[in-house]
């Protein structure tokens, strides 16, 4: 079951995301092929969406692969109005975005820092933000988002199983078409917020579907592992961890794990 257009732009509801949309059958990148797009014209609020994608990419140089008609693969081009400095938060709108829309479908998603959702204690949709100069001068986005659909136990690897869930397994029943569509109906409206609007809201709607606060937790960083208890996220979206000594730390960047569970690939 491969993408549907018009069932798509049937369910469609923004003003302007997704209302230029190219479908590919087999990609490498759909985020790959938004920036082709947007070099070419195409547009602001351009979607990609792919039924296959063998060279997705995940946060942190990780693969994002799906089977044809089991998953969701979209890609979005934006101009950025703001200051690239100030573009730190786009991954955690378009999570809060993405766990909206899982809501709307009938799920009960959690957010995992910086940029998992989750159902049921496992992964059913990842982020990936690029930024880009563009060679006629401003900045871009594009915003990249996989979702697991209709995938089954056995469609995932062996070594993802325990860890990656889908919308199917967890008692939602829907397309790919229909995700879509309710992603970009709830990220539209944060979209001005992520520009110019009020930072804290974000931080707020985030904060509301995190998961993790209050526990132990170990963050892989690129200068090694921190641990300690999750306790919020900071104005830019840090997480703080009060650790062991008592002190308060921030972490910019990196891998959270639940103490509880072994570290991937363990």
């Known amino acids: 079951m491969g993408f549907d257009r018009s069932g798509f732009l049937a369910l469609l509801r923004t003003r302007r995301l997704g209302h230029t949309l190219l479908v590919r059958e087999t990609t490498g990148s759909t985020n790959d092929d938004a920036w082709d797009a947007l070099a070419a014209g195409l547009g602001d609020g351009v979607v990609v969406v792919a039924d296959r994608q063998e060279s997705g990419r995940g946060r942190a140089g990780r693969r994002w692969e799906h089977g044809e008609g089991l998953g969701l693969a979209l890609s979005m081009a934006l101009h ?71 995938q089954r136990p ?8 325990a ?26 409206p944060w979209w001005p917020e992520l520009q110019e609007g009020d930072r804290g809201a974000v931080i707020d709607a985030w904060s509301a579907r995190g998961g993790f606060w209050g526990e132990p937790v170990t963050v892989r960083t690129p200068s090694g592992p921190v641990s300690g208890v999750a306790q919020r996220l900071d104005a830019d979206g840090g997480l703080v961890l009060r ?12 891998d959270l794990e639940p103490a509880t569970t072994p570290p991937e690939g363990a």
Do not use: M, Y
């Open 80 to 150: 950025l109005g703001c200051d690239v400095r100030q573009a730190g938060l786009i991954p955690l709108g378009v999570g809060v975005a993405l766990a909206e829309a899982i809501s709307r479908l009938g799920g009960d998603p959690r957010l995992k820092w910086p940029n998992d959702v989750l159902l049921g204690g496992r992964k059913v949709a990842g982020v990936l933000c690029e930024l880009r100069r563009l060679p006629q001068g401003g900045d871009a986005v594009v915003i990249g988002v996989g979702v697991n659909v209709r």
């Open 154 to 161: 056995e469609d995932f690897a062996p070594q993802l199983r």
């Open 163 to 188: 860890t990656a869930t889908s919308l199917l397994h967890a008692g939602v029943d829907t397309t790919p078409d229909a995700v879509a569509a309710e992603f970009l109906a709830a990220f539209e």
């Open 243 to 254: 650790l062991e000594s008592g002190l308060e730390h921030v972490i910019l960047a990196g």
